[in-house]
């Protein structure tokens, strides 16, 4: 499928691959495999019951600026693009938004969406907002999980983890880990491998000020990107807590909207980011949602990318490819 690697940290597992498509010679293979699914009888029906919902897309980095600019016409042709605002006033107000609205989000944003998803957003004038990792802001450091899998590979060891692991079995164990071994471990990879990571230059500061000026909410997407649910209660709360007091002091004002970066929702989380008064959160559960969101911080998401292809991304926003998915999942 073609999600991004990030994309795999912060969405619950998907099924593996994009639903094949009906029995057919290995040489008439469709380029996309989901690509039938836009000629499905559903696809007409999916898209009238959409079209009565509210699509929030989840974009990780952009590596096809090209295909995004053209995802992004199709929302203006088809859609009614929305801001986090938006959303916010019509559950202050408790009146729906307006049908077909769709939201543009990105998770663990890195400079590709401040170099070639913002100039295709402004050009169209479609806001949208952004959940940042806070602990990276500013700094060289790769995100944790592509560190993680480069020190596997270059000899790396850690106590917990098996030695001489397939880099993708080490992220898999690292992620199950509860938090503080999570950390500890990471730590002992980077002292015992033999290579240290390439820097990736992250958002700074001043970026992320950008961003808002250019019509995209900034919001909080914890300190170090964990799974919540492997954190006792006092590292939820120091990592959304010290994510707010961050981007507070970097914004001026106090963010409103969060992401979960495992993507599932978590009761603690929940109660701490009622007490800091955040208005909005987001999953990552490849779902569309109501048009005046029933749980204002359990909101659905869809899992989107650059390189998604114009039918896949219709169907996607017509809900018929996760409605598909998730056959596909419970019959798994
Ligand atoms: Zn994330």
């Given amino acids: 499928m073609s999600y991004a690697t990030t994309a795999a940290v912060c969405a619950p597992p998907q099924p593996a691959a994009v639903p094949a498509a009906p029995p057919a010679r290995a040489s008439e293979q469709p380029r996309d495999r989901s690509s039938w699914l836009r000629f499905s009888p559903a696809q007409p029906l999916f898209r009238a019951r959409a079209a009565q919902r509210l699509a929030v897309l989840a974009y990780h980095g952009i590596t096809d600026p090209r295909s995004f600019g053209a995802q992004l016409d199709r929302l203006r042709r088809l859609a009614t693009p929305v801001s986090v605002q938006d959303v916010e006033r019509s559950l202050a107000e408790g009146r729906p938004l307006p049908p077909r609205s769709v939201l543009v989000t990105f998770d663990d944003p890195d400079r590709t969406v401040l170099r070639h998803a913002l100039p295709e957003l402004v050009a169209r004038r479609i806001p949208a907002a952004a959940f940042v990792i806070a602990e990276v802001i500013g700094t060289e450091q790769p995100f944790w999980w592509h560190e993680a899998t480069f020190l596997a590979r270059h000899g790396g060891r850690a106590r917990l983890l098996p030695t001489g692991g397939d880099p993708a079995r080490v992220l898999a164990l690292l992620k199950a880990l509860p938090d503080p071994d999570r950390r500890r471990s990471l730590a002992e990879l980077r002292v015992s491998a033999s290579r240290r990571p390439p820097a990736q230059e992250q958002l700074r500061p001043e970026d992320l000020r950008a961003l808002r000026e250019a019509d995209v909410t900034v919001g909080n997407h914890t300190l170090g990107h964990p799974s919540l649910r492997r954190c006792d209660a006092a590292t939820v709360q120091a990592e959304i807590a010290g994510a707010h007091l961050a981007l507070t002091r970097w914004l001026g004002e106090a963010p409103s909207a969060f992401a979960y970066p495992d993507g599932g929702f978590d009761e603690r989380a929940d109660t701490v980011l009622r007490q800091l008064g ?7 559960d490849h779902r ?37 998915q998730r056959l596909l999942g419970a019959q798994a």
């Fill in 278 to 284: 955040y208005r909005l959160g987001f999953l990552s």
């Fill in 288 to 324: 569309l949602g109501p048009r005046l969101p029933a749980h204002p911080l359990r909101i659905s998401r869809l899992q989107v990318d650059s390189t998604t292809s114009t039918r896949r991304f219709d169907t996607i926003l017509s809900g018929l490819e996760p409605a598909v």
